[in-house]
Nanobody, 126 residues
Framework: QVQLVESGGGLVQAGGSLTLSCTAS????????MTWYRQVPGKQRELVAN???????NYADFVQGRFTISTDNAKNTVYLQMNSLKPEDTAVYYC????????????????????WGQGTQVTVSS
């Protein structure tokens, strides 16, 4: 059973930085697409950033230039470096992963399966 474990959330002052991480447990895992979403109570979950295998990234306009998404495929981990944080960035941040699973020798890979992390709270004080 694959799990996505998130960490790195917390309380920070406006203008500060945090780095979130999300790690997929298990072996012979390929990260096809990793996405960070966030959600504020009473509002819909919104896309923050994603990265696909090969390195192409996509960011929401409201984080462009402030947040950076990256992966460490050897560690099955995606990161979200958040700089210049604003109070309006306060939300629960969720990791979403599209993962494939390979044979022991890596010669064959499954289709992608989608998983969600448990969420991590980010609070930015003014």
């Amino acid at each position: 059973q694959v799990q996505l474990v998130e960490s790195g959330g917390g309380l920070v002052q406006a203008g500060g930085s945090l780095t979130l991480s999300c790690t997929a447990s298990g072996s012979m895992i390929r990260l096809n697409r990793m996405t960070w979403y966030r959600q504020v109570p009473g509002k819909q979950r919104e896309l923050v950033a994603n990265i696909v295998r090969g390195g192409n990234t996509n960011y929401a306009d409201f984080v462009q230039g402030r947040f950076t998404i990256s992966t460490d495929n050897a560690k099955n981990t995606v990161y979200l470096q958040m700089n210049s944080l604003k109070p309006e960035d306060t939300a629960v941040y969720y990791c979403n992963a599209d993962l494939s699973f390979g044979t022991v020798d890596g010669s064959s890979w499954s289709r992608g399966y989608t998983y969600w992390g448990q969420g991590t709270q980010v609070t930015v004080s003014s």
